[in-house]
């Protein structure tokens, strides 16, 4: 009698862009794959500010893992955090203490924000990457028109109403745009004892003009976009402290209401626990693994790294940028690859297809860069809805996101205005 043939194993670890767009690609093929991931659910990083800022709502821009792989039959999730690596035995440790073994792993488990050496300063100025960091963001901005309402009502007075985002990048100026309309347009009229169209939204870069990585004169235009709704850009402004309720910039200290991180990407730790488990690897200075352009782990072709995790060139010889398109297509790589293997075909070297970037400011407010083609103002704010509706997973989802733009668009009013967790002030 024919004995049947074993079915390979997969272990894919995350399910942000790049580990869900691998697990789609292996649906239905003959490898049995498990997904982990510390969160039950998929979140589309890219509307997390609009969560933090009260547009949407968190079920609005997440959707539950198992739901979303539902019709793959060989595609198991399971919840657990990943503690570290046995590659010569092909085994994933978790921090329960469990064991996963696995013929092909593929990494992908993203990055948090990076403090450069002074995590100390997370407490009073919080990074935007996760759902809790977003309610998080949302609390402490919403509680600051409401005690500045409270002590007016009281005394007859309140202090400053200052929002510093530190970061001019597209989490910066999106945080930033984001809570000058709030206060200028959707609360301007629901407070009495406040006029809250007089706070203060403080943006400070580092370097001389915001988003950097994109060409001068789309910099140029997201500045002006952003001076219109009232932000106070600061370029060559280096933050050099954090504390409660102010920041120093240079020599001199600036009292905040709500201070917010927008800059710095350290990859996870699992990366130089990779690292560890290679032939001559190091992880750079932001933790990142290089290699190869198969998107292999030198000296170990069962491992594949991707997303935020990875440090590489594609076949053309350009940096691969930490955006989660990259993450998709890596994904796809990867799961392709290991499918070669199985048909016993060459592996294929990654190829980055630049979409374009882009980031949104306000209402009609936003910058693109597709090609050569540079696009701003309300062009780009209508071509920066129509990607992102396309890009959320599930048609609910985009159905629901769709109506509170609309909503929002029309009343300017926002409909997730709600404080959850503590209404003291962080200590």
Known sequence: MKSETKRLKVVIIGGGFGGLSAAKKLSGSPVDVTLIDRKNHHTFQPLLYQVATSVLSAGEIASPLRHILRR????????????????????????????????????????????????????????LKTIEDALEIRR????????????????????????????GGPTGIELSGAIAEIARQVLASDFKAIDATKARVM????????????????????????????????????????????????????????????????ASPLGKKLAAQAQDVQVDRAGRVPIAPDLSLSGRREIFVIGDLASLKDANGKP???????????GRTAASNILRDLHGEPRLPFRYFDKGSMATIGRKRA?????????????????????HLILLV??????????????????????????????????
């Open 72 to 127: 793959a039959p060989n595609v198991e999730v399971i919840l657990g955090e990943v503690a570290d690596f046995d590659a010569d035995a092909r085994r994933v440790l978790l921090k329960d203490g469990s064991e996963l073994s696995y013929d092909y792993l593929i990494v992908a488990a993203g990055a948090r924000h990076s403090y450069f050496g002074h995590d100390e300063w997370e407490h009073d100025a919080p990074g």
């Open 203 to 266: 943006l400070f870069e580092g370097l001389p003009r915001v988003l950097s990585v994109y060409p001068e004169d789309i910099s140029r235009k997201a500045e002006e976009q952003l001076k219109e709704l009232g932000v106070e850009v600061r370029t060559n402004s280096m933050v050099t402290a954090v504390e409660s309720n102010r920041i120093k910039v240079g020599d001199e200290w600036i009292r905040t209401s709500v201070t917010l991180w927008a800059t710095g990407v350290a």
């Open 140 to 167: 402490r901005v919403l509680l600051a028109f409401e005690r500045a309402e409270r002590e007016a009502y009281l005394t007859g007075q309140h202090g400053p109403l200052n929002f510093a985002i530190i970061g």
């Open 367 to 387: 910058v693109a860069q597709i090609g050569r083609l540079h696009v701003s103002g309300y062009l780009a704010w209508l071509m920066w809805l129509f990607v």
């Open 320 to 330: 691969v940028p930490g955006l989660g398109a990259a993450a998709l297509q890596e």
């Open 394 to 427: 599930g048609f609910r989802n985009r159905l629901m996101v769709m109506r509170e733009w609309v909503w929002a668009f029309f009343t300017r009013e926002r409909s997730a205005r709600l404080i959850t967790g503590e209404t003291d002030t962080p200590t």
